[in-house]
């Protein structure tokens, strides 16, 4: 068989938060430079008020600013905040009306609002959030002639930002509880697993003490048998009474599933999805060679896992590639699709993806000392590989 690739994405974290700022900083900047032309417009027209032109100005830059990431979002916050303030009070203690009220700072501080609602402490949110929408809510005060249409508009403005942030605070944290929750279930099932395998060794061993105990003739191997014989006695107390704790809410576990299943999974496959691509399965013939019980129905359930995503997120798929491979000390697994669209965008990692399947994949996966990739390939389509490794 040949080799599996390892898709040159797998593994690569995701840009700094500098990258992702960029589209922002640039519309803001624009913005900036927009307003200076406006303002310098009103300035031409009012030659008095010239110096307060320049502190809009310089305030919509100072904001716009602290939107980069150069420091922690609180103490950035913080800064927009005590800038934007301070030019609203010079402004209004001068007894100075600015027609342009500050387009540049108001965005800036918007965009500071949104995230300070999303991502920022909740204690520091408050009062942050407070600040910041005060501050929105008073630069067109900075004119005379603002209608009061103006002032209920910004204010709806601020609202809406405000509960987009808390939109998005909200769904990141039931995100996070659903990340736990299912890496919390392949936790429990894997430890029943283990519990299976450990108490079949630990049984025999048990047995064998007695045994070889009965037929001893010295004294002292007799009793060390015997000691062996109660402590493999209490272990296997122990683990079942750990394993009713763990699965007090799953009492009944179906028997595990093993390499020999695979042929069944993928006519399931067929059966449960009438238009589902077709699956081609390429075992090496050593793979499953003395291979692990817990290795066989990691591997087991790494395929169904990964069958059910194509189904689920690549509908025009025609050809699905299931290949596993051994090499040395390892297994690999790779399912392998020929979707034209990739599922997910590269350079995200299962917690970042929307199923929560791989995610549990990847705590088995973790927990046995392997590891579980999935992303989009050079050659194309998409594919979930798992590396596994196999202690002889």
């Not at 697993?193 to 064998?208: C, G, I, P």
Request: charged letters at 20%; aromatic letters at 4%.
């Amino acid at each position: 068989m040949t080799p599996i690739p390892l898709p040159s994405s797998f593994g690569t974290p995701s840009g700094p938060p500098r990258r992702r700022l960029r589209w922002p900083a640039a519309a803001l900047c624009g913005l900036w430079l927009i307003e200076g032309r406006l303002l310098s417009r009103e300035a031409a027209d009012c030659p008095g008020v010239h110096h307060a032109h320049l502190v809009v100005w310089a305030a919509g830059l100072l904001v716009a600013l602290c939107v980069l990431p150069w420091a922690e979002l609180p103490v950035r916050a913080l800064a927009a905040a005590g800038v934007s303030w301070s030019a609203t009070g010079y402004l209004l203690a001068v007894g100075v009306h600015v027609p342009v009220w500050g387009f540049t700072e108001s965005a800036a501080l918007l965009t500071l609002l949104a995230l300070v609602a999303w991502r920022a402490p909740v204690r520091a949110a408050v009062p942050l959030g407070v600040a910041l929408a005060a501050g929105v809510l008073a630069a067109p005060v900075r004119d005379s002639d603002v209608l009061s249409t103006t002032v209920v508009a910004y204010a709806l403005v601020v609202a809406g930002v405000t509960a987009l942030g808390l939109c998005l605070r909200y769904r990141d944290a039931e995100r996070a509880k659903a990340v736990a929750a299912a890496r919390d279930a392949e936790r429990l099932e894997l430890a029943g697993e283990l519990h299976d395998f450990v108490s079949h060794h630990v049984a025999a061993m048990t047995l064998l003490a007695r045994a070889t105990g009965s037929l001893a003739k010295d004294e002292r191997v007799a009793a060390s048998l015997r000691d062996i014989e109660e402590a493999g006695d209490e272990a296997m107390t122990s683990a079942r009474r750990l394993l009713r704790v763990l699965h007090q809410d799953q009492p009944h576990r179906e028997p595990l599933p093993g390499v020999g299943g695979l042929t069944e999974l993928v006519d399931g496959f067929h059966r449960t999805n009438p238009g589902a691509p077709r699956v081609t399965l390429h075992v090496d013939p050593c793979f499953d060679a003395g291979l692990a019980p817990e290795l066989a129905a990691s591997v087991h359930r790494i395929v169904g896992e990964a069958l059910a995503n194509v189904a689920k997120h690549s509908p025009d798929a025609s050809a699905v590639r299931v290949t596993l491979r051994r090499a040395g000390h390892r297994l690999f697994v790779s399912v392998h699709d020929d979707g034209a669209a990739p599922r997910q965008q590269p350079h995200r990692t299962p917690e970042d993806s929307g199923g929560l399947g791989l995610v549990g994949l990847t705590e088995r996966a973790d927990a046995i000392g392997g590891t579980l990739t999935a992303g989009p390939v050079p050659g194309g389509g998409w594919e979930v590989l798992a590396a596994l490794p196999v202690r002889p």
